[in-house]
Protein backbone atom coordinates (compact mmCIF):
# COMPACT_ATOMS: atom_id res chain seq x y z
CA UNK A 1 0.00 0.00 0.00
CA UNK A 2 2.88 2.39 0.09
CA UNK A 3 3.43 5.05 -2.30
CA UNK A 4 6.28 6.71 -3.66
CA UNK A 5 6.96 9.22 -0.46
CA UNK A 6 6.43 6.35 1.43
CA UNK A 7 3.22 6.77 3.07
CA UNK A 8 0.40 4.33 2.94
CA UNK A 9 -2.43 5.43 0.10
CA UNK A 10 -4.98 5.26 3.06
CA UNK A 11 -2.76 8.01 4.91
CA UNK A 12 -2.60 10.29 2.14
CA UNK A 13 -6.26 10.46 1.51
CA UNK A 14 -7.22 13.55 2.84
CA UNK A 15 -4.17 15.39 1.30
CA UNK A 16 -5.21 14.37 -2.40
CA UNK A 17 -9.16 14.80 -1.49
CA UNK A 18 -8.48 18.11 -0.95
CA UNK A 19 -6.92 19.14 -4.30
CA UNK A 20 -10.17 18.20 -5.63
CA UNK A 21 -12.63 20.01 -3.86
CA UNK A 22 -14.01 23.51 -4.25
CA UNK A 23 -13.00 25.62 -1.14
CA UNK A 24 -17.10 25.64 0.40
CA UNK A 25 -16.81 21.54 0.04
CA UNK A 26 -13.38 21.18 1.66
CA UNK A 27 -14.32 23.53 4.89
CA UNK A 28 -17.87 21.77 5.31
CA UNK A 29 -16.12 18.12 5.27
CA UNK A 30 -13.09 19.09 7.34
CA UNK A 31 -14.63 21.69 9.14
CA UNK A 32 -14.83 21.30 13.81
CA UNK A 33 -17.24 23.04 15.78
CA UNK A 34 -15.47 25.97 17.92
CA UNK A 35 -11.77 26.05 17.87
CA UNK A 36 -11.63 22.95 16.44
CA UNK A 37 -10.13 21.10 19.60
CA UNK A 38 -12.00 17.75 19.81
CA UNK A 39 -11.55 17.64 15.98
CA UNK A 40 -8.05 18.21 15.73
CA UNK A 41 -7.59 15.29 18.72
CA UNK A 42 -9.53 12.60 17.56
CA UNK A 43 -6.98 10.98 15.12
CA UNK A 44 -4.23 11.68 18.22
CA UNK A 45 -6.48 10.20 20.39
CA UNK A 46 -6.11 6.40 18.89
CA UNK A 47 -2.67 6.87 19.04
CA UNK A 48 -2.41 7.51 22.65
CA UNK A 49 -3.30 4.24 23.69
CA UNK A 50 -0.96 1.25 23.47
CA UNK A 51 -1.35 -2.24 23.01
CA UNK A 52 0.01 -6.03 24.36
CA UNK A 53 0.38 -7.77 21.61
CA UNK A 54 -0.16 -11.91 21.98
CA UNK A 55 2.50 -13.60 20.10
CA UNK A 56 3.19 -17.72 19.68
CA UNK A 57 -0.04 -17.70 18.09
CA UNK A 58 -1.15 -19.35 14.60
CA UNK A 59 -2.59 -15.96 12.87
CA UNK A 60 -2.22 -17.91 9.51
CA UNK A 61 -6.18 -17.53 9.08
CA UNK A 62 -7.67 -13.94 10.36
CA UNK A 63 -11.54 -13.51 10.16
CA UNK A 64 -11.96 -9.76 10.55
CA UNK A 65 -16.29 -10.46 10.17
CA UNK A 66 -18.09 -9.22 13.29
CA UNK A 67 -22.16 -9.88 13.55
CA UNK A 68 -23.65 -6.49 13.98
CA UNK A 69 -27.37 -6.55 15.24
CA UNK A 70 -27.68 -9.68 14.42
CA UNK A 71 -26.29 -9.70 11.11
CA UNK A 72 -22.96 -10.85 9.45
CA UNK A 73 -20.38 -7.53 8.53
CA UNK A 74 -17.56 -8.91 6.95
CA UNK A 75 -15.31 -5.81 8.07
CA UNK A 76 -15.62 -4.27 11.78
CA UNK A 77 -15.88 -1.32 10.51
CA UNK A 78 -19.22 0.77 8.04
CA UNK A 79 -19.04 4.07 7.21
CA UNK A 80 -20.54 6.72 8.68
CA UNK A 81 -23.90 8.55 8.13
CA UNK A 82 -22.78 12.24 6.18
CA UNK A 83 -24.57 14.54 3.83
CA UNK A 84 -23.89 15.73 0.90
CA UNK A 85 -22.39 13.16 -0.69
CA UNK A 86 -23.35 14.18 -4.20
CA UNK A 87 -21.76 17.35 -3.83
CA UNK A 88 -18.49 15.19 -3.55
CA UNK A 89 -19.22 13.21 -6.95
CA UNK A 90 -22.49 12.72 -8.96
CA UNK A 91 -23.11 9.24 -8.17
CA UNK A 92 -23.00 9.87 -4.29
CA UNK A 93 -24.50 7.53 -2.01
CA UNK A 94 -25.27 5.22 -4.29
CA UNK A 95 -21.31 4.69 -5.45
CA UNK A 96 -20.85 4.74 -1.06
CA UNK A 97 -23.71 1.78 -1.45
CA UNK A 98 -22.17 0.07 -4.28
CA UNK A 99 -18.66 -0.41 -2.64
CA UNK A 100 -19.70 -0.99 0.50
CA UNK A 101 -22.25 -3.83 -0.50
CA UNK A 102 -19.18 -5.24 -2.29
CA UNK A 103 -17.13 -5.32 0.74
CA UNK A 104 -19.85 -6.18 2.84
CA UNK A 105 -19.33 -3.55 5.27
CA UNK A 106 -23.16 -1.76 6.68
CA UNK A 107 -23.52 1.61 5.34
CA UNK A 108 -25.71 4.25 7.85
CA UNK A 109 -27.36 6.49 5.54
CA UNK A 110 -27.83 9.83 6.46
CA UNK A 111 -31.65 11.53 6.98
CA UNK A 112 -30.06 14.45 4.58
CA UNK A 113 -29.47 11.89 2.01
CA UNK A 114 -29.38 13.64 -1.16
CA UNK A 115 -30.24 9.44 -3.19
CA UNK A 116 -33.62 8.07 -2.22
CA UNK A 117 -33.76 4.70 0.05
CA UNK A 118 -35.16 2.53 -2.52
CA UNK A 119 -32.13 2.89 -4.93
CA UNK A 120 -29.94 3.27 -1.90
CA UNK A 121 -31.60 -0.67 -0.99
CA UNK A 122 -31.41 -1.28 -4.36
CA UNK A 123 -27.48 -2.35 -4.16
CA UNK A 124 -27.90 -4.83 -2.02
CA UNK A 125 -26.22 -3.17 0.96
CA UNK A 126 -26.96 -4.04 4.44
CA UNK A 127 -27.80 0.21 5.43
CA UNK A 128 -29.70 1.75 8.78
CA UNK A 129 -31.10 4.97 8.72
CA UNK A 130 -29.51 8.09 10.49
CA UNK A 131 -32.28 10.72 11.93
CA UNK A 132 -32.47 13.44 13.98
CA UNK A 133 -36.22 13.77 15.65
CA UNK A 134 -37.89 17.08 15.33
CA UNK A 135 -39.86 18.88 18.08
CA UNK A 136 -43.20 17.17 16.67
CA UNK A 137 -42.16 13.26 16.49
CA UNK A 138 -45.57 12.65 14.67
CA UNK A 139 -43.56 14.92 11.53
CA UNK A 140 -40.85 11.75 11.13
CA UNK A 141 -42.95 9.42 10.41
CA UNK A 142 -43.45 9.41 6.75
CA UNK A 143 -39.45 9.07 6.71
CA UNK A 144 -39.08 6.47 8.91
CA UNK A 145 -41.65 4.28 7.38
CA UNK A 146 -40.06 5.01 3.63
CA UNK A 147 -36.67 3.98 5.74
CA UNK A 148 -38.95 0.66 6.70
CA UNK A 149 -40.34 -0.38 3.52
CA UNK A 150 -36.82 0.28 1.84
CA UNK A 151 -35.54 -2.51 4.22
CA UNK A 152 -33.39 -0.66 6.83
CA UNK A 153 -32.26 -3.08 9.38
CA UNK A 154 -31.93 -0.44 11.94
CA UNK A 155 -32.38 3.16 13.08
CA UNK A 156 -29.40 5.72 14.57
CA UNK A 157 -30.99 8.01 16.66
CA UNK A 158 -28.65 10.93 16.31
CA UNK A 159 -28.31 12.91 19.97
CA UNK A 160 -25.50 15.14 20.42
CA UNK A 161 -27.23 17.93 17.79
CA UNK A 162 -30.03 19.89 19.59
CA UNK A 163 -28.89 22.72 17.59
CA UNK A 164 -25.85 22.73 14.92
CA UNK A 165 -22.91 24.08 16.29
CA UNK A 166 -21.71 27.37 15.38
CA UNK A 167 -18.91 27.14 12.59
CA UNK A 168 -17.13 29.93 10.02
CA UNK A 169 -16.49 29.15 7.17
CA UNK A 170 -14.09 31.85 4.77
CA UNK A 171 -16.43 31.51 1.79
CA UNK A 172 -19.61 30.98 1.21
CA UNK A 173 -21.43 28.30 2.94
CA UNK A 174 -22.07 24.86 0.92
CA UNK A 175 -25.90 24.92 1.92
CA UNK A 176 -25.88 28.00 0.15
CA UNK A 177 -24.55 26.74 -3.53
CA UNK A 178 -26.16 23.14 -2.84
CA UNK A 179 -27.84 21.90 -5.86
CA UNK A 180 -31.31 21.14 -3.50
CA UNK A 181 -31.49 17.56 -5.36
CA UNK A 182 -27.99 16.56 -3.42
CA UNK A 183 -29.73 16.77 -0.06
CA UNK A 184 -32.79 15.86 1.79
CA UNK A 185 -35.21 13.95 -1.17
CA UNK A 186 -36.23 11.42 1.68
CA UNK A 187 -38.52 13.65 2.97
CA UNK A 188 -41.68 15.33 1.68
CA UNK A 189 -41.96 18.39 -0.05
CA UNK A 190 -42.04 21.38 2.64
CA UNK A 191 -41.26 19.74 5.27
CA UNK A 192 -39.22 21.98 7.07
CA UNK A 193 -41.47 24.41 6.14
CA UNK A 194 -43.89 22.89 8.60
CA UNK A 195 -44.13 24.11 12.49
CA UNK A 196 -42.13 21.63 14.79
CA UNK A 197 -39.77 20.52 12.15
CA UNK A 198 -36.63 21.85 13.85
CA UNK A 199 -34.46 19.99 15.58
CA UNK A 200 -35.72 18.87 19.16
CA UNK A 201 -34.36 20.20 22.34
CA UNK A 202 -36.17 18.10 24.58
CA UNK A 203 -34.66 14.48 23.73
CA UNK A 204 -34.97 12.14 26.54
CA UNK A 205 -34.70 8.01 26.57
CA UNK A 206 -38.02 7.85 26.40
CA UNK A 207 -37.32 8.82 22.31
CA UNK A 208 -35.71 5.91 22.01
CA UNK A 209 -38.24 3.60 23.11
CA UNK A 210 -41.04 5.13 21.11
CA UNK A 211 -38.45 4.53 17.69
CA UNK A 212 -38.38 1.14 18.18
CA UNK A 213 -42.12 0.94 18.93
CA UNK A 214 -42.57 2.84 15.51
CA UNK A 215 -40.20 1.38 13.42
CA UNK A 216 -39.88 -2.12 15.11
CA UNK A 217 -36.01 -1.98 14.02
CA UNK A 218 -33.13 -2.03 16.21
CA UNK A 219 -32.26 1.51 17.55
CA UNK A 220 -28.56 2.25 17.89
CA UNK A 221 -27.57 5.59 19.50
CA UNK A 222 -25.27 7.94 18.40
CA UNK A 223 -23.32 10.58 20.20
CA UNK A 224 -23.09 9.28 23.66
CA UNK A 225 -19.77 10.42 25.47
CA UNK A 226 -20.31 8.93 28.89
CA UNK A 227 -20.99 5.56 30.97
CA UNK A 228 -23.95 6.79 32.74
CA UNK A 229 -25.35 8.59 29.64
CA UNK A 230 -24.58 4.91 27.80
CA UNK A 231 -26.70 2.83 30.92
CA UNK A 232 -29.79 5.44 30.40
CA UNK A 233 -29.97 4.59 26.85
CA UNK A 234 -29.42 0.60 27.28
CA UNK A 235 -31.79 0.91 30.12
CA UNK A 236 -34.36 2.42 27.45
CA UNK A 237 -33.99 -0.32 24.78
CA UNK A 238 -30.94 0.55 22.83
CA UNK A 239 -29.41 -1.72 20.89
CA UNK A 240 -26.39 0.00 20.52
CA UNK A 241 -24.73 2.65 21.63
CA UNK A 242 -22.21 4.72 19.06
CA UNK A 243 -19.35 7.13 21.05
CA UNK A 244 -19.15 9.82 18.83
CA UNK A 245 -18.16 13.38 18.56
CA UNK A 246 -19.70 13.81 15.35
CA UNK A 247 -16.23 14.41 14.07
CA UNK A 248 -15.67 17.09 16.69
CA UNK A 249 -18.64 19.29 14.59
CA UNK A 250 -20.58 19.77 17.79
CA UNK A 251 -19.56 20.63 21.41
CA UNK A 252 -15.84 21.65 21.04
CA UNK A 253 -13.22 20.53 23.62
CA UNK A 254 -15.24 17.49 24.13
CA UNK A 255 -12.94 15.01 25.11
CA UNK A 256 -11.88 12.47 22.38
CA UNK A 257 -13.94 9.12 21.62
CA UNK A 258 -10.55 6.82 22.30
CA UNK A 259 -10.36 8.44 25.18
CA UNK A 260 -14.67 7.86 25.91
CA UNK A 261 -14.77 4.54 24.83
CA UNK A 262 -13.34 2.48 27.34
CA UNK A 263 -15.99 3.90 29.85
CA UNK A 264 -18.78 3.42 28.18
CA UNK A 265 -17.63 -0.20 26.86
CA UNK A 266 -17.65 -0.90 30.91
CA UNK A 267 -20.54 0.72 31.71
CA UNK A 268 -22.51 -1.19 28.93
CA UNK A 269 -21.38 -4.40 29.38
CA UNK A 270 -22.50 -7.09 26.98
CA UNK A 271 -26.24 -5.53 27.30
CA UNK A 272 -25.73 -3.81 23.75
CA UNK A 273 -22.99 -3.34 21.39
CA UNK A 274 -20.60 -0.35 21.26
CA UNK A 275 -19.39 1.86 18.50
CA UNK A 276 -17.36 4.75 17.63
CA UNK A 277 -15.92 7.09 15.20
CA UNK A 278 -13.84 9.92 15.23
CA UNK A 279 -10.27 10.16 13.77
CA UNK A 280 -10.21 6.70 12.64
CA UNK A 281 -7.83 6.54 9.40
CA UNK A 282 -5.98 3.55 9.51
CA UNK A 283 -6.22 -0.29 10.27
CA UNK A 284 -4.00 -0.03 13.18
CA UNK A 285 -6.57 2.46 14.52
CA UNK A 286 -9.59 0.05 13.73
CA UNK A 287 -7.96 -2.77 15.94
CA UNK A 288 -7.25 -0.28 18.71
CA UNK A 289 -10.43 0.78 18.58
CA UNK A 290 -11.78 -2.97 18.82
CA UNK A 291 -9.28 -3.53 21.61
CA UNK A 292 -10.56 -0.82 23.61
CA UNK A 293 -14.16 -1.98 23.18
CA UNK A 294 -15.67 -1.41 20.05
CA UNK A 295 -17.96 -4.13 18.07
CA UNK A 296 -17.54 -2.05 15.29
CA UNK A 297 -15.48 1.21 14.29
CA UNK A 298 -17.33 3.75 11.55
CA UNK A 299 -15.57 6.22 9.52
CA UNK A 300 -16.86 9.86 8.03
CA UNK A 301 -14.42 11.87 6.25
CA UNK A 302 -11.77 9.67 4.77
CA UNK A 303 -14.84 7.71 2.57
CA UNK A 304 -15.82 11.18 1.28
CA UNK A 305 -12.23 11.82 0.40
CA UNK A 306 -12.21 8.25 -1.11
CA UNK A 307 -15.46 9.01 -2.91
CA UNK A 308 -14.22 11.71 -5.07
CA UNK A 309 -12.81 8.96 -7.02
CA UNK A 310 -16.86 7.54 -7.20
CA UNK A 311 -17.14 3.80 -6.45
CA UNK A 312 -13.60 2.37 -7.37
CA UNK A 313 -12.18 5.48 -5.05
CA UNK A 314 -14.50 3.72 -1.97
CA UNK A 315 -14.02 0.50 -3.10
CA UNK A 316 -10.05 0.68 -2.87
CA UNK A 317 -10.52 2.43 0.77
CA UNK A 318 -12.25 -0.78 1.75
CA UNK A 319 -9.72 -2.84 0.54
CA UNK A 320 -6.56 -0.82 1.87
CA UNK A 321 -8.39 -0.63 5.50
CA UNK A 322 -8.91 -4.32 5.28
CA UNK A 323 -5.17 -4.87 3.95
CA UNK A 324 -3.98 -2.76 7.18
CA UNK A 325 -6.31 -4.22 9.76
CA UNK A 326 -5.35 -7.75 8.69
CA UNK A 327 -1.90 -6.59 9.55
CA UNK A 328 -2.51 -5.19 12.56
CA UNK A 329 -4.33 -7.96 14.20
CA UNK A 330 -1.56 -10.86 12.68
CA UNK A 331 1.10 -8.12 14.54
CA UNK A 332 -1.22 -8.09 17.75
CA UNK A 333 -1.58 -12.37 17.77
CA UNK A 334 -5.32 -12.16 16.68
CA UNK A 335 -7.17 -14.27 14.77
CA UNK A 336 -10.78 -12.13 14.77
CA UNK A 337 -11.64 -9.25 16.07
CA UNK A 338 -12.42 -10.71 19.57
CA UNK A 339 -9.24 -11.85 20.01
CA UNK A 340 -8.63 -7.81 20.63
CA UNK A 341 -10.31 -7.82 23.62
CA UNK A 342 -7.28 -8.12 25.93
CA UNK A 343 -4.62 -5.91 23.94
CA UNK A 344 -5.35 -2.70 25.72
CA UNK A 345 -1.82 -1.70 28.39
CA UNK A 346 -3.82 0.50 30.32
CA UNK A 347 -6.85 -1.29 31.31
CA UNK A 348 -4.62 -4.05 31.83
CA UNK A 349 -5.30 -4.19 35.86
CA UNK A 350 -9.36 -4.54 35.15
CA UNK A 351 -8.63 -7.39 32.77
CA UNK A 352 -10.84 -8.07 29.54
CA UNK A 353 -14.48 -6.07 28.83
CA UNK A 354 -17.04 -8.37 30.14
CA UNK A 355 -18.13 -9.03 25.88
C1 LIG B 1 -19.44 16.21 6.00
C2 LIG B 1 -20.02 15.50 7.18
C3 LIG B 1 -21.40 15.34 7.27
C4 LIG B 1 -21.95 14.66 8.36
N1 LIG B 1 -23.32 14.47 8.40
C5 LIG B 1 -23.85 13.76 9.43
C6 LIG B 1 -25.24 13.46 9.44
O1 LIG B 1 -26.01 13.82 8.54
N2 LIG B 1 -25.73 12.78 10.53
C7 LIG B 1 -24.91 12.36 11.55
O2 LIG B 1 -25.39 11.73 12.51
N3 LIG B 1 -23.58 12.59 11.54
C8 LIG B 1 -23.04 13.28 10.50
N4 LIG B 1 -21.68 13.49 10.48
C9 LIG B 1 -20.82 12.91 11.53
C10 LIG B 1 -20.33 11.50 11.10
O3 LIG B 1 -21.39 10.58 11.07
C11 LIG B 1 -19.26 10.96 12.05
O4 LIG B 1 -19.74 11.01 13.37
C12 LIG B 1 -17.90 11.66 11.96
O5 LIG B 1 -17.65 12.13 10.65
C13 LIG B 1 -16.81 10.68 12.38
O6 LIG B 1 -15.56 11.29 12.40
P1 LIG B 1 -14.50 11.14 11.18
O7 LIG B 1 -14.98 12.05 10.09
O8 LIG B 1 -13.24 11.59 11.82
O9 LIG B 1 -14.45 9.69 10.75
C14 LIG B 1 -21.11 14.18 9.39
C15 LIG B 1 -19.73 14.36 9.31
C16 LIG B 1 -19.17 15.00 8.22
C17 LIG B 1 -17.68 15.15 8.13
Known sequence: MGDARGGSWLSGLGARAAGSMALPLREYVEHGAGAGVTAGEAAAGWGRLRLRPHVLRDVTSVDPTVELLGCSSRVPWGVAPTSLQRAVHPDGELATARASAAAGAVMVVSSNAGSTFDDIAATGVTWWLQVYLPSDRTLAGPLLDRAVAAG???????????????????????????????????????????????????????????????????????????????????????????????????????????????????????????????????????????AAGADAVFVGRPVLHALVEGEAGVARWHAALLTETVEALRLAGCRTPADTRDLLADDADEGPYPV
Open 152 to 290: ATAVVLTVDTPVVATWHPSEALIWDLADPAWTRVNFDPGYDDQPGSEKALDLGPHDIDWLRERTGLPVVVKGVLRGDDARRCVQAGAAGVWVSTHGGRQLDRSLSTAAALPEVRRAVGADAEVYVDGGVRSGLDVVTAL
